[in-house]
């Protein structure tokens, strides 16, 4: 077992300088939701497991988790929209390809941080998937805003995507969306 190092003060502040390379809050948020593991919901990072006890790294990392997936709905619905952007425009694969496999696959579901109050997850996956979707458009404008949305009524549940809530919040997201 490799020897443990000593703990820093401020756990919290050492976690997001080592993992808070990306230039993106969406990417910092794939980041330490890529730490956890989907069966057991713990955290794990090979340093951080050196340095902190395990109680203590699973603090840090929800914390951390929790702090970006704040950070993004704090975002306007543009700012969302700018940041999901830029985070496909820095990697190295296909940006529509990997537009479409977020969207097709609901990907997005698992950057929710545990015990995430239902009002919190249903804005982020409608916010996210919106902009999604509107990305999608500008990578392929051969299908229109309204083929993507009703590709959620169709039959076939393998691809099938989500249809947006109704109500205040859909009209307060449109206006919105149409102001930038």
Same mark, same amino acid.
């Given at each position: 077992?490799?020897?443990?190092?000593?703990?820093?003060?401020?756990?919290?502040?050492?976690?997001?300088?080592?993992?808070?390379?990306?230039?993106?809050?969406?990417?910092?948020?794939?980041?330490?939701?890529?730490?956890?593991?989907?069966?057991?919901?713990?955290?794990?990072?090979?340093?951080?497991?050196?340095?902190?006890?395990?109680?203590?790294?699973?603090?840090?990392?929800?914390?951390?988790?929790?702090?970006?997936?704040?950070? /993004? #709905?704090? %975002?306007?619905?543009? =700012?969302?929209?700018? &940041?999901?952007?830029?985070?496909?425009?820095?990697? $190295?694969?296909?940006?529509?390809?990997?537009?479409?496999?977020?969207?097709?696959?609901?990907?997005?579901?698992?950057?929710?941080?545990?015990?995430?109050?239902?009002?919190?997850?249903?804005?982020?996956?409608?916010?996210? /998937? #919106?902009? %999604?979707?509107?990305? =999608?458009?500008?990578? &392929?404008?051969?299908?229109?805003?309204?083929?993507? $949305?009703?590709?959620?009524?169709?039959?076939?549940?393998?691809?099938?995507?989500?249809?947006?809530?109704?109500?205040?919040?859909?009209?307060?997201?449109?206006?919105?969306?149409?102001?930038?």
């Amino acid at each position: 077992m490799p020897e443990k190092l000593s703990q820093p003060k401020q756990p919290l502040e050492f976690a997001e300088n080592l993992l808070g390379g990306s230039l993106t809050i969406f990417g910092r948020l794939v980041s330490v939701a890529a730490l956890r593991d989907p069966k057991s919901g713990r955290y794990a990072h090979s340093l951080l497991n050196r340095i902190l006890d395990e109680q203590s790294l699973q603090d840090t990392l929800h914390q951390l988790h929790r702090k970006y997936f704040v950070e /993004w #709905l704090g %975002l306007t619905l543009a =700012q969302q929209r700018g &940041d999901l952007t830029r985070f496909f425009n820095t990697s $190295d694969a296909d940006s529509s390809s990997s537009v479409l496999v977020w969207l097709d696959h609901h990907l997005y579901r698992s950057l929710l941080p545990a015990n995430t109050p239902s009002y919190e997850s249903e804005l982020f996956t409608h916010d996210i /998937w #919106l902009a %999604l979707q509107s990305i =999608q458009y500008d990578l &392929d404008p051969r299908k229109t805003h309204y083929e993507l $949305d009703t590709a959620a009524g169709s039959g076939d549940d393998r691809g099938a995507r989500e249809k947006r809530p109704s109500g205040l919040l859909q009209g307060w997201k449109r206006r919105q969306l149409s102001a930038s």
